[in-house]
């Protein structure tokens, strides 16, 4: 085995053995009841022609994983995604499925990017319901990962919040402070007065339950919930419509959060602006229907009908997410 595989062998182990993570290794395992929820569909390219750019994961070497890594725009997540490939490859080699933890969107985005080039693997996420975040993603081979896994729980969080719910912050810090790992946790779904709905790995649902007892100052109890009951609602949207000369991201997000052309700029150059999840590192960098702009602080804009006007010019809409 050679140095860099023996390198990439430890950083997967690290990674995937949950005897390893925060608090995993003082929490048994147990069997819980609740509902399957199928976000993704999973793919597998075993049954089609393998391009050149699509690597065997049973043969990967060191220019193997340069191809798989090839066009990642955010180099900072390298390292992450290099674990999850590497997870992939022992995962199929021993027809297995191994999960990763929660992942943010821009890893999860780039990993999906990536494991596409590899012709012997399925891989699906799951954050417990559709339109999540933070989602854990199982890889595997065709032949052993063919339905979605359990792999995400479902807890509701309840206590007397009639004078002043928390806020996303206050869960996030108080669960926190039980001394689970924030890679633990999905999402967090306010519900106001009622508390909150928290998605975590099934194996710290016991945990949380015996160790989450106020969040703030308010007495709360935890309950395992089917990921069925979620009480989702989407975000609320304002759409709004700009006219310009070109699909530029300075000139069409500029509008869209309405500041200046010049600042918007400047949170480019500091790396706070993601085009479906990649950082922006250019200016020029163009627009299309759906894609998502977030812009740190600020929220996240989506691109949604673009017509080219008679004189030549682009009518966007933008859908501003609240």
């Known amino acids: 085995m050679s140095v860099f595989s023996r390198v990439q062998s430890m950083a997967a182990t690290i990674l995937v053995n949950p005897n390893r993570g925060l608090l995993s290794n003082a929490v048994p395992n ?89 012709a012997d693997v399925n891989a699906i996420p799951n954050g417990g319901y559709l339109e999540a975040e933070r989602c854990r993603l199982s890889v595997g081979h065709p032949e052993v990962l063919r339905t979605d896994p359990d792999t995400v729980a479902a807890l509701s969080i309840t206590g007397n919040f009639g004078y002043q719910p928390p806020t996303h ?36 649902v016991d945990y949380m339950i015996s160790s989450l007892d106020k969040v703030g100052k308010v007495p709360v109890s935890c309950t395992l919930i089917p990921l069925e009951e979620l009480e989702y609602e989407p975000p609320s949207t304002k759409t709004l419509k700009t006219v310009e000369s070109s699909l530029r991201v300075d000139a069409i997000a500029s509008a869209g959060f ?65």
Not at 288 to 311: N, Q
């Open 30 to 118: 147990r069997n819980f009841l609740f509902l399957q929820c199928p976000t993704f569909r999973p793919f597998s390219l075993s049954s089609s022609p393998i391009p050149s750019d699509v690597c065997q994961v049973t043969h990967a070497t060191k220019n193997d994983m340069d191809v798989l890594l090839k066009g990642i725009s955010d180099r900072s997540l390298v390292e992450q995604i290099k674990h999850i490939l590497d997870m992939a490859n022992r995962a199929s080699l021993r027809r297995e499925v191994l999960h990763t933890d929660f992942l943010t969107p821009p890893i999860l985005n780039e990993a999906m990017a990536a494991l596409k080039k590899l």
């Open 169 to 204: 912050g206050d869960f996030l810090g108080s669960i926190l402070g039980t001394g689970i790992a924030r890679e633990k946790l999905g999402d967090i779904l306010l519900q106001g007065e009622k508390g909150a709905q928290v998605l975590i790995v099934p194996e710290l």
């Open 258 to 322: 309405k500041i200046s052309r010049s600042k918007f700029s400047d949170l480019i150059s500091k790396g706070d602006v993601r085009i479906n999840w990649n950082t922006v590192t250019k200016n020029g960098a163009t627009l299309r229907t759906g894609d998502m702009v977030s812009v740190s602080g600020s929220g996240r804009l989506k691109i949604g009908e673009i017509i080219t006007t008679k004189k030549g010019k682009y009518a966007v809409e933008l859908i501003r997410y609240l």
